[in-house]
């Protein structure tokens, strides 16, 4: 490094000026730099060693030594760093062969190549037996030869890899700044205050037809690129939500811009032409770029984690076309990149018009502004639903409302005020939308004679904001629109009001008529719910205290089968007349709020000691897997119903190839009494585990994902779960009829977040009852760490929950083996289910031939019968 004058102490500019005479008065700048560059071309192994010899020999040494001596600079520390600095440089410069073992040579080998003369090379003479040193030289000269041809075969190569890279990466580019960028049509311009230019910059948004014959400099990000040639392309510049296209011409020009990754800044000096035709796919379809100078100001990385086209189609579009889905949490993750969307941009922008004309309304009509604290020293509204916070030794709390602050202001005779900030709620809630932390638009205002005149107010805030978002954010609500498809804001001014009477006339003519009556048997309802709450309650706690088999429901401490959920109970099954079927139901809402209570039990208790939910009444052992020990030991064969005793557990890389290759089909495994062939998968993916979601291996690429879990990913689809290799059909397919309408699923799965201390509460319907079944996320594993039965798709939990409630409902995972889709449909819908036998509905057919010989008279009787009765069914063959 070069060190200032200023930076110097005396001492040292003392030295740098003894160094300098002393180079003047020996004459030995200009040898020593002959020498550095002869050294740099050379790059002998020992550089020190070989600069004293070249020193040695330098007609201008005197009788004192006017440099270091050789043995003198082997022992100097600074030389050894220097010397192994060189040999650093020699293997980056591809000459690894060339460097030293030793960092420098020692004394006693410097000071003995020093003494001893280098012996003249003999001359050469033709090769005889007795002239061995002949032969050695034509091998050396020999070997000499084929490492230069080497040499040259890899310098040929190096320069055809170099040509091959240069062509790829495209023309040079020179690294500009606003100094000389002019001096250049194109290249990556730095950026850091050299200088004020004289450009003029335009807005995409402000180019119309009317811009056309005029130069623009605009500053954009490269939304798309495409090469038509080499001499041709077209881009699509972005910024701010308007786009528009441009044309760039030339080999080199071509080849740098289309080169950009995507997203990437560029400054754009272009003429504005008016377009042949509309350009569909920009904001600004009526204009053309034709593309003179560009520079890149930041270049994107080349593979973004995703893309705007992915992140900015509609649900429709992504059904229709098949195209991947970009998930909440890479939105989330990569949050800055998803903002840039058109539709993302649209509604933060109709934000920041919806504030303005908040605050342009009220101040027209003499409102004050005001910004309330947020941190307080008290809860200003009750302490049930603030947050608390340290503060310096001391609490405080995030203010819930600007309330108290707007009374204040009204009682300083302000008259009229109002505020924009941001609003806390401590409050719980069971949707995705939270109500814990967002934006008010408030207003406090006194008034002369009636609250009419506040509500006159607010319909002229409202109606003002509505008809200001139309005229200026026409372009935005269309981009939001492609994205969320929904209808125009209808409304009218003025804006329709209902008295109180004219309200409850419209109650009393369109709705039902609420009177004594209805309001008496009401409460009687509720006063059977609430009795027959308390009785299932204290079933429930004498079960879990006596410590039973744990079949439904169960609690956090007890065994037992705690029917500790609600719901809706089944009170009446009755076949009326005509075959037609009434069904009543009940709301159990004290045994829903236990359970909830016990939920959050948990969750404080893993939140203060970090415990994770293990359901005592469902273990993760095998008597939860398997209905007797024998199952747990033995397999069972499907012919003769006989159970052989298990196989070795496979390792894991046993099973790992049973899995992928393809001949796996093809090993089975006999039973012991019948040989009847099985499949070895079967029987070696059967569960050996237990374990939870953040610890499981995806079924289809066996890895460990960072993505992270989720009850439901977005609205649950029919592809969420798959049928696993012993998993259960009958469910699995009843589960993704379920999926096809979402809202049937989010009332059977009552935790719908991902909880991290372990604990979920599924409703399952069973025997026309209703269970809330407490469970936890410890779920049956193969030897791959796999889900050994129902399979979950992007990382969604709610299949395999909804199976563990069901085993732990039937006492284990074997006893859901066998079923039919009519009980898993009526278990997780609560319905009554009819099975049809459709071949009952055909009309009998005659008993045919048997080899040419027609049947006997009795079976032509039995068969007549037969037919008779089927005809007196009068049955629908339709």
């Known amino acids: 490094g070069v060190v200032a004058a200023r930076d110097m102490s005396d001492e040292e500019q003392q030295a740098k000026r003894e160094l300098q005479e002393y180079l003047d008065a020996h004459a030995l700048e200009k040898t020593l730099n002959q020498l550095v560059n002869t ?12 600069l004293a010899q070249q020193l040695d020999g330098c007609s201008m040494r005197s009788t004192e030594a006017s440099y270091p001596a050789l043995t003198d600079a082997v022992e100097d520390v600074g030389v050894q760093q220097m010397t192994a600095r060189w040999n650093g440089l020699l293997s980056f410069m591809g000459n690894a062969d060339d460097v030293s073992d030793d960092v420098v040579p020692s004394v006693a080998t410097s000071q003995a190549s020093a003494a001893a003369p280098v012996p003249a090379k003999a001359p050469a003479t033709s ?57 250049h049509p194109f290249g990556n311009l730095s950026i850091q205050s050299h200088c004020k230019t004289e450009r003029t910059w335009t807005d995409v948004g402000d180019l119309t037809a009317a811009s056309a014959g005029s130069k623009v400099w605009l500053r954009v990000r490269l939304h798309k690129s495409q090469k038509l040639s080499g001499k041709l392309g077209f881009i699509t510049l972005r910024q701010r939500g308007a786009t528009c296209q441009a044309v760039v011409q030339g080999p080199d020009f071509t080849s740098f811009l289309c080169a950009l990754p995507k997203e990437s800044v560029v400054d754009v000096c272009a003429e504005v032409t008016t377009a042949a035709k509309p350009i569909v796919s920009c904001t600004q379809s009526d204009i053309e770029l034709l593309v003179e100078r560009a520079y890149c100001i930041s270049r994107a990385a080349t593979r973004l984690p995703l893309q ?73 509204e009750g302490g049930a639903d603030v947050f608390k916070l340290g503060y310096f030794g001391g609490a405080a709390y995030l203010a819930q409302s600007p309330q108290l602050y707007k009374q204040m202001a009204l009682m300083a005779d302000l008259g009229r005020v109002f505020e924009i900030g941001p609003v806390f709620r401590s409050e719980k809630s069971f949707t995705h939308r939270h109500m814990t932390e967002f934006v008010g638009l408030d207003l406090e205002m006194t008034f002369n004679e009636s609250y009419h005149e506040v509500l006159s107010l607010l319909e002229e805030v409202f109606i003002s904001i509505f008809e200001g978002l139309n005229a200026r954010c026409k372009r935005e609500i269309e981009a939001v629109r492609a994205q969320y498809p929904f209808e125009d804001l209808r409304f009218s001014r003025p804006a329709l009001r209902l008295s109180y009477v004219e309200a409850l006339k419209l109650l009393r003519e369109h709705g039902p008529a609420i009177g004594a009556e209805q309001l008496a048997a009401l409460e009687e309802e509720q006063a059977a719910a609430a009795a027959k709450a308390q009785a299932a309650a204290q079933a429930a706690a004498q079960a879990s205290g006596a410590g039973g088999g744990g079949n439904a429901g169960g609690g956090v401490g007890g065994g037992g089968n705690g029917d500790a959920g609600g719901g809706a109970i089944a009170d009446s099954v009755d076949g009326a007349e005509g075959g037609s079927t009434v069904v009543s139901f009940e709301r159990l809402d004290e045994i829903e709020r236990v359970a909830e209570e016990t939920v959050a039990s948990i969750n404080a208790l893993y939140k203060s000691d970090g415990i994770t939910f293990v359901d005592p009444s469902f273990p993760p052992t095998e008597r939860s897997l398997y209905l007797s020990t024998e199952s747990a030991h033995s397999w069972r064969c499907r012919a003769c119903g006989y159970r052989s005793p298990l196989p070795p557990t496979p390792t894991e890389e046993q099973l790992f190839n049973l899995m992928t290759q393809r001949s796996s089909s093809e090993k089975t495994i006999s039973c012991a009494k019948c040989r009847t062939a099985h499949s070895m998968l079967e029987v070696a993916l059967r569960p050996s585990g237990w374990k939870r979601p953040r610890d499981l291996r995806d079924d289809v690429t066996f890895q460990f994902s960072s993505v992270p879990w989720v009850v439901f990913r977005d609205e649950p689809r029919p592809d969420d779960i798959r049928q696993g290799h012993v998993g259960n059909c009958w469910l699995v397919c009843a589960l993704s009829c379920l999926a096809e309408q979402p809202t049937n699923l989010r009332r059977i799965v009552l935790t719908r977040e991902f909880n991290h201390a372990g604990a979920y509460q599924i409703r399952l319907c069973l025997a026309g009852e209703w269970h809330t079944v407490l469970i936890d996320d410890v779920l049956p594993t193969n030897q791959l760490s796999c889900l050994a039965y129902l399979k979950a798709a992007r990382r969604s939990l709610w299949g395999p929950l909804i199976e563990k409630a069901a085993a732990k409902l039937h006492g284990s995972y074997e006893a859901l083996n066998g079923g039919t889709f009519a009980e898993a449909f009526s278990m997780l819908t609560g319905y009554p289910v009819q099975r049809i036998r459709i071949h009952l509905y055909r009309e009998p057919q005659p008993p045919a031939s048997v080899n040419g010989v027609a049947v006997d008279e009795a079976a032509a009787e039995v068969f007549a019968r037969r037919l008779e009765a089927w005809r007196e069914e009068k049955r629908d063959t339709d």
């Open 127 to 183: 090769g005889t037996p007795d002239q061995p040193d002949s032969k050695e030289a034509k091998k050396a000269a020999k070997a000499e030869e084929k490492r230069r041809k080497e040499e040259e075969k890899e310098r040929k190569r190096k320069e055809r890899e170099d040509a091959a890279r240069r062509k790829l990466e495209g023309p040079e580019v020179p690294s500009l700044t606003l100094l000389n960028f002019l001096d």
């Open 39 to 50: 050294l740099a071309r050379k790059r002998p192994s020992e550089p020190f060693y070989w």
């Open 308 to 380: 705007l086209d992915d992140a900015g189609r509609s649900e429709a579009e992504l059904r229709s076309l098949k195209l991947p889905r970009v998930e909440q949490n890479t939105r989330l993750d990569n949050r800055v990149i998803d903002l840039r969307t058109a539709s993302s941009q649209g509604i933060l922008r109709m934000q920041s018009q919806t504030c303005a004309l908040f605050r342009e309304v009220l101040l027209a009509r003499g409102f004050t502004e005001i910004h309330s604290p947020k941190m307080i020293a008290t809860a200003s």
